[in-house]
């Protein structure tokens, strides 16, 4: 069974559109995130969720939104897509937020705005 | 703010032994991790060093040196599978993870 699951892995649509993104981990784990990976392959957080509470936001900018229905599941939505948002999308999740544990990444949502 | 540097590409080859080296500058340190990522595919966990000193797991060793902001990750007895890139992450606060850009290694026969 997949531990970090995402849907979907593709996603191609129009600039200026809304999307979302689904991610689930059946892992048991208290900590999940939203990584972006851009083309020259840097993997940069932008976002934590621990227990369903937001924990880390780094500089996104507001049209991205994520929303933790529960501690299993953190889905990102993106409002008014822009070009500069194509990238791969990783989803990973954590026991809890110490530091020294391990983050699982599930196999990403490579988004392409036209 | 957080600077992590690795060398963009490297070329081994098979059976022979490669380090992949990471300096950083950060606040807050608590640990550095190793992932290594094939293309197309999700970065996996390879290792965590928080003291200083060498860890060894089968074939990849992880070396860090906190006092000068350096580590290592050591590949040993080279196959042509271990062609991926391999990403240097320091933990800074409550696993906030901060990437480097990744070396992508090319092994040859």
């Known amino acids: 069974d997949t531990a970090v699951s995402q849907t979907p892995k593709y996603l191609v649509t129009q600039m200026g559109n809304d999307k979302s993104i689904k991610c689930e981990q059946n892992l048991g784990h208290d900590t999940m995130y939203w990584y972006k990976q851009d083309s020259k392959k840097f993997l940069k957080i932008m976002f934590s969720?621990?227990?369903?509470?937001?924990?880390i936001n780094e500089t996104v900018p507001n049209r991205f939104s994520p929303k933790s229905p529960d501690k299993a599941h953190l889905n990102l939505h993106i409002n008014s897509l822009e070009l500069g948002d194509s990238a791969v999308y990783f989803c990973?999740?954590?026991?809890?937020?110490?530091?020294?544990?391990?983050?699982?990444f599930g196999p990403g949502t490579r988004l392409l705005v036209l | 703010g957080q600077n992590i540097d690795q060398p963009t590409e490297m070329t081994a080859t098979e059976g022979a032994i490669v380090q992949i080296n990471c300096t950083y500058q950060t606040s807050g340190f608590n640990g550095l991790f190793w992932y290594q990522q094939h293309a197309g595919e999700a970065p996996t966990f390879l290792s965590y060093n928080v003291l200083d000193g060498l860890e060894e797991k089968g074939r990849f060793s992880s070396f860090l040196s906190r006092s000068k902001g350096y580590s290592y990750l050591l590949l040993k007895e080279l196959q042509m599978k271990d062609s991926a890139s391999y990403l240097c992450?320091?933990?800074?606060?409550?696993?906030?993870?901060?990437f480097g850009t990744g070396t992508r290694l090319t092994v040859i026969p």
């Open positions: 992450a320091v933990s800074v606060g409550a696993n906030n993870l901060f």
């Open positions: 969720y621990n227990n369903k509470e937001l924990i």
């Open positions: 990973a999740s954590s026991q809890g937020g110490r530091p020294q544990e391990t983050q699982y």
